[in-house]
């Protein structure tokens, strides 16, 4: 869900714009992330969508994975934004 973050805007950096520039956003982005961990951690959800807690690792494993997206687009508007690469 952090990419949709970093694709707000197509030139300024989510880092520029600040967290709170688009706070419903910001909200629908955390509530996703709330579901989505209720989905797996909470007991009584396990059986209804067949899913099983992750380890501490795993989990760990799944956030660093997720954070390549958003910094892979904002480093592409970063190397836009200094004219190295031109969209066509």
Request: aromatic share 16%; net charge positive; with cysteine.
């Amino acid at each position: 869900m952090g990419h949709v973050l970093a694709i707000c805007s197509e030139q300024n950096s989510f880092f520029q714009r600040g967290p709170s520039s688009n706070p419903w956003l910001l909200g629908a982005v955390f509530l996703a992330f709330a579901l989505q961990m209720a989905k797996v951690y909470v007991p009584l959800l396990n059986p209804v969508f067949h899913t099983m807690p992750l380890t501490l690792s795993q989990f760990g494993l799944c956030l660093i994975l997720s954070t390549i997206v958003f910094f892979a687009v904002e480093f592409e508007k970063w190397i836009e934004r200094h004219g190295w690469f031109i969209r066509q």
